[in-house]
Structures are given as C-alpha cells and as structure tokens.
C-alpha cells in the first residue's frame, strides 16, 4: 500500500447540497486504538460509478479527520484531486448567516427568525391563500397597527398587555407585511401563517448552516468528505479521530510449576459512533503518538485595519426621503465606528528553588543540624543488592501493537470484551513477607516471557481450578518481573528472633563545612521459619537495607523492580519448621554532629581508618586546639571587660552625683575613671586579637581537612 499522487487539491467551501443526494460509503475496514485517547479508522473500496465517495465522519472530528487524513492506494497510480465536505461555522458566525442576534445563547424565537428573513424571497401558506413574494417586515407588540376588539369573556392572548377598550379588549396581533409577485402589498397575521418558506436556496442553506452550529448535538451529527477521484479505482482512506481509551484485564491461571502458568489478555473496546462495524480489524497499539486538536474545518477571517475618508460622507442620501424644505435646520451625519479584535496571551513561567549553607558564627566548625539518621555511602561500596534483578525489559520499537486474531463485529454505540492475549508465562507462588512477625501474602512472581510488552491493568488469579483472588500491574516490558500480591497466606509463618548490630567507621570526608562519616553497619539476623501446609513453599522476605549491601546466609536473593526493594528468599519443606540465620554489610554515612578538637581525635584513634585520614584528622584536631584555647581566653577577658565597663559606670554616677561641688575626692574619682577607660580599651584589642586568631586557627583546620578527599 503507498501513498497515492496528489493532483490539484481543491476545498469546495460552499453549502451546496451535493452531499444530500445518494452517496457511497466506503466499508471500514481497520480500526487501530490508541492509549491516548484517539483511533485511527480506515476504510477501503473501490471509487464507485455514479455515486460520490464519502467519508462519514461526526462534525466534532471534522478538525482531526482534515488534520490527518491520508489516502492510498495499492498500486499508487490513483490520484485524488480534492475532498469536499460542507463549511463548519462558529455559532457566533451562524447566527450572523441566519440574521440573528449574536448574543451568546439568546434563545431564537419566532418573530426574530421571521425578521431575519426581511427582504428574503418566501412562500407563505395561510388560511385560504398562498402567496409568493418579498417579506416586507414583521411588525410586533407595540410597532403592530393590526388590532382587534375582543370580548373580555372571550379573551385569549399572548399579548402581555392588552389594553381594554368599554366592554372589550383590543388585541395587537403579530403580523407579516408580503410585497407579492403581483406587487400586491398583502397583510398576514402571524397566527393564521401555516407555513413561511424561503424561496432563495442560498438563505435556505445558510439557515441551514446555522441550525447545524446551534444544535446542542451539532458536534454528534455526520459531515460527510467527498473524494474527488476517478471512478472504478481501489482506494484506502486512514484518518485519526478522537476514540474511547481501551482498557486491559488479565486472567492468570497457575499451573503446577514455573513455566505451566498460562496468562490470558482481553481489552474493553467501544464503538461511539453510528455506524455498526462489521468485520472490522481491530488493532490494540500499547503506546502513546502525540496528538492533540486543532481548530482547521472552519472558515477563518483575519482583522484588517478600518480607514476612513478625511471627510465622512453618509451612505443614506439626503434627499431619499424627504426635500431640501423639510431639511432646514436638521442635523445630517451618520457615525462610522470600527470593532477591533483583542488579544490575549498566557504566559508561563516556570519556579524554581535555591539552597544556601551558613557558616554560622566564629568559633565554631561546621556548626548546624544533620541528619541523625545514616543513608547510603558514596564513598564505600560493599554491594549492589539491585544486581540481582531481572533483565530490564527491551522494546524494539516506541509502540507495541496487539492485532484481534478474528474481525470484530460491533453495534454502533456498543462495547465489547475481548481477547488480545493467550499465553504461557512464567511464574512462581511465594509466600510475601514484607515484615518479619506479619501475615504473610499470597503472591506470584510473574516474568513477562511473552515477547511483547503487557498493558496495565487488572490481574483475576485462578490456582487449583478454583478463585485466588485479584490485583493489577502497571505496564511490563518482555523480561521484566513484577511480585503480585492476591491474598493473605495462613500457612507460612516468618518470626524474627535476634538481631545484633555492629558499626565500624570505615572513611570520613568534608563536605560543604561539614564532615561526613562512612561506615559499615553488620547485621546479623536469626529468623523462624514454620511451614504448615502439605506442600513445599518459598518464603520471601522485603530487606529493610540500602541497595547498596551485601547478604549472605538466604538460599537465593531478589529485587523488586517496580518497587525498589530487595528480597532474600527461603526454601520451607511441607509440615516443617527451622531457623534461618543471615550477614548483611550495608555501606552507609552520616554527618558528623559537631566538631571539636576532642571528637576530631576520638575520629582518628579509629585504627579502622586510613593512615593518611588519622593523621589529617589529628592535625586539624591540633589547629582546633589552639582555636579552643584562645576562645577560653575571649571568655576571660570577655568577664574581665564586663567587671571593668561596671566599674566604670559606677564610678561616672558617683561624678555626676558631685556635681559642681567637686573637691579631692572628685580628682581621684577622675583618674580612677580614666586608669579604668585605658584598662577597657587594652581588653577590648586583645579580644580582638584572640578572634583573628581564632580565625586562622579554623581556616587551617577546614584546610586540613579538604585533603581527606585526596
């Protein structure tokens, strides 16, 4: 099949009612379902003699079936030279066709749509008449001269306010005022008017137009796409419209070991539109193209500027009504104004978020809150417990595709159930601890040995001809595994009965004014492992350790793919108990509380570090100490200069107290006040002297301890 040879490509924009007469529909064929919500149908056929080829397609998928609308043939020889298909029109645009108000929604009622056919060629048919001609006007309420006395015991109207009149009440009626093929001006009141046919074909169609675009359902009706091809050709025509999302379900049905298990697939399909299929191709496609939707079948009109002569000139001429006598003293104009288009714009703006560190005050080193708990290490590796997964699922293209083995036939607006997979696969039944003392779960070990990728969706399981329970998957490639929880498991019982635990400190490294410790946490874990059923079982357990661990001491160890977490596995014989006993190493860090000379030494004592990282450790514990002793003697003099700023305050209220009646024991007060000013000025320069020193002390130390990383 290849695309065919386009020739001249021609829209016919106008409502013409050549889609009315007998069309030829080409068959649906193939019907290709998405996950994002769209579908691609084909139909195929041949170009028939006599009858245009149409495309029946709802008004709502106008835009996605021009959008991609491909045409094919299998020798690539037929040429189309255009599709034809009736004009989409906004109702804002409908309304102004039909003659209407454009007030959003305003309800459309008699008199108004009588209005809008002002001028029009109609029919009428009334009582005893029907005439041809020119309406004239629709005269209404109080712009009617066409009134009638009833009697008050006889009144029935829907004038909203008759007026009485002695016994009666007059009654304006609604008339039509018709300029006659005979040039007769003729008179009809609206309730004895049976009928009002335009007679112009072309307001019919744009009234036409208009119902199409108001109708509450006008996006659900059919627009019909007329090729224009030769006739008597073979031709296939794809296009992509907006589909209900198929959805999976799985039966799986355990066998009596691993590779006996059979899975079966069905999908959920829906047919939303019209039209029956019939021995329709049905293809499931587990991927997901971009699509989205695009305004293209309707008629687009761009803004232009309004420019206006200098001197505004009337379209009304002056004298079309009346003389020059009667215009004397009367004001001629008309105002011109101009409706412009606004615009306006979304903008978006994306957030985003910063970290700053503090070095806190002098005096300390990296000093602040960490994290008491301990994470994986960067620095140490000791194991990759992820080694031990499956392979990672392989796909061989970006969409995987599932084609029904036999043509669906569907009823227009109706749902199906039905299958797209029957296979085996492999499995194992566990028993699924994810703590040790829980109730375990029944579960299934379930590898995607199929070779195609499986959909999400829920999962039934059937073991010993009998229910097991029920759970879902998320979307598995071939070769991946995923662990299905189905139920509770009474007969497999896991009881933990020790655990000791063991750290020893392995590497350290400054990070961000920080440091950071790296240890080996060892764990050793006795477990007891009961088995009541009849028949052998394995027993698995969810590990609470970082991936990046060793374990030893399980018959076999897993991972949980979808999950992120690793499983140590045991092997439990029918009507027994026993004790399980496993090591595990995890590599893990820390930070460091806060540092001080004192815990820097305590650090490198470790005979578990590096030679080179004691020795750093020590020498920036050296530079600490210098630090710490000259802090020591800031808070001395820190003391000392707050007893002297007290002296001297006291001895400037017993000077103020004297006032000017001074005498020797003011003088001595003076120079005393003075001896304690110079005191407080060589305490404050040597604070200030000890916290340089201090200073350089720490800048050493962080010095000293970047070389860790080395």
């Not at 304006?172 to 005979?182: D, E, G, I, M």
């Not at 109706?414 to 375990?440: C, K």
């Not at 009965?497 to 764990?523: A, D, M």
Request: net charge positive; aromatic share 6%.
């Amino acid at each position: 099949m290849r695309v065919i040879a386009m020739g001249v490509f021609t829209l016919s924009m106008s409502a013409s009612t050549a889609f009315a007469q007998e069309r030829n529909t080409l068959p649906l064929e193939r019907v290709r379902l998405y996950e994002t919500g769209v579908g691609y149908y084909e139909r195929s056929g041949q170009l028939g003699v006599g009858k245009d080829v149409a495309l029946p397609v709802p008004a709502g998928h106008l835009d996605d079936a021009l959008k991609t609308l491909v045409v094919m043939s299998k020798d690539g020889k037929t040429t189309v030279s255009g599709i034809d298909f009736s004009s989409s029109v906004s109702q804002s645009m409908a309304r102004a066709l039909a003659g209407l108000s454009q007030t959003g929604d305003a309800p459309v009622r008699y008199a108004e749509l009588m209005k809008s056919l002002k001028g029009a060629r109609v029919e009428v048919r009334a009582k005893g008449a029907t005439v041809a001609g020119r309406l004239i006007d629709v005269l209404a309420g109080a712009e009617s001269d066409d009134q009638e006395c009833i009697p008050k015991n006889k009144f029935v109207s829907a004038d909203p306010k008759p007026r009485p009149s002695g016994d009666c009440i007059l009654e304006k009626h609604t008339t039509l005022l018709v300029l006659t093929n005979r040039s007769e001006i003729r008179r009809f009141r609206a309730k004895e008017v049976q009928s009002v046919r335009p007679i112009d074909p072309g307001f019919a169609s744009r009234l036409g137009s208009a119902l199409d675009a108001l109708s509450g359902r006008g996006a659900q009706r059919e627009r019909a796409l007329r090729v224009l091809a030769a006739k008597g050709q073979d031709v296939s025509l794809g296009y992509v419209a907006e589909a209900p999302l198929w959805r999976s379900s799985y039966r799986l049905v355990l066998g009596n070991d691993s590779k006996s298990s059979v899975i079966q697939g069905w999908a959920l399909i829906h047919n939303d539109t019209d039209e029956d299929w019939k021995k329709v191709k049905v293809e499931l496609v587990n991927g997901r193209p971009d699509s989205f939707l695009f305004p293209l079948a309707a008629p687009r009109y761009a803004r232009r500027k309004l420019v206006t002569p200098e001197n505004k000139l009337s379209t009304v001429p002056q004298l079309l009504g009346r003389k020059v006598d009667n215009m004397w003293g009367d004001e001629i104009g008309e105002a011109f104004g101009a409706g412009g288009m606004g615009l306006s714009g979304v903008g978006q703006g994306g957030g985003g978020s910063g970290q700053g560190i503090g070095l806190g005050s002098i005096g300390t080193l990296g000093h602040g809150s960490g994290s008491v708990g301990a994470s994986s290490s960067s620095l140490l590796n000791v194991g990759n417990l992820a080694s031990v997964a499956s392979a990672d699922g392989v796909e061989s293209g970006a969409l995987f595709q599932y084609t029904l083995k036999s043509p669906v036939d569907l009823r227009a607006r109706g749902s199906a159930l039905v299958p797209f997979l029957h296979d085996s696969i492999s499995t194992r039944q566990i028993a699924l601890f994810n703590n040790p003392g829980a109730v375990a779960r029944s579960a299934v070990r379930l590898k995607n040995d199929t070779g195609q990728t499986l959909p999400a969706g829920t999962v039934a399981v059937f073991t010993g001809g009998g229910f097991a329970g029920e759970s879902a998957i998320d979307r598995m490639k071939p070769s991946e595994a995923r662990f299905i929880e189905h139920g509770f498991d009474l007969d497999v019982e896991l009881v933990e009965q020790k655990h000791r635990t063991r750290e020893q400190i392995r590497l350290v490294s400054f990070e961000g004014e920080r440091l950071r410790v790296h240890f080996v946490r060892k764990h050793h874990l006795s477990y007891r492992l009961t088995n009541k059923s009849g028949s052998d079982r394995s027993a698995y357990l969810v590990l609470p350790f970082v991936e990046n661990a060793k374990v030893t001491g399980a018959d076999r160890l897993d991972f949980d793919t979808e999950r992120h977490r690793a499983l140590a596995v045991f092997d439990a014989a029918a009507k027994k108990e026993s004790v399980r006993q496993i090591t595990a190493e995890e590599g893990l860090s820390r930070w460091h509380p806060k540092l001080t000379s004192r815990s820097l030494r305590k650090l490198a004592a470790g005979s578990t570090l590096p030679k080179k990282q004691r020795q750093a450790l020590s020498k920036s514990a050296n530079h600490l100490v210098e630090a710490e002793v000259r802090q020591g003697g800031m808070k001395k003099r820190r003391r000392e200069l707050a007893g002297i700023e007290r002296d001297i305050s006291r001895l400037q209220r017993h000077l103020e107290a004297l006032g000017a009646n001074q005498n020797r024991a003011g003088d001595k007060l003076v120079k005393r006040l003075l001896t304690a000013e110079d005191r407080a000025t060589g305490v404050r320069r040597r604070i200030e002297r000890l916290g340089a020193e201090v200073k350089v002390r720490i800048t050493r130390a962080k010095r000293v301890l970047r070389t860790l990383a080395r």
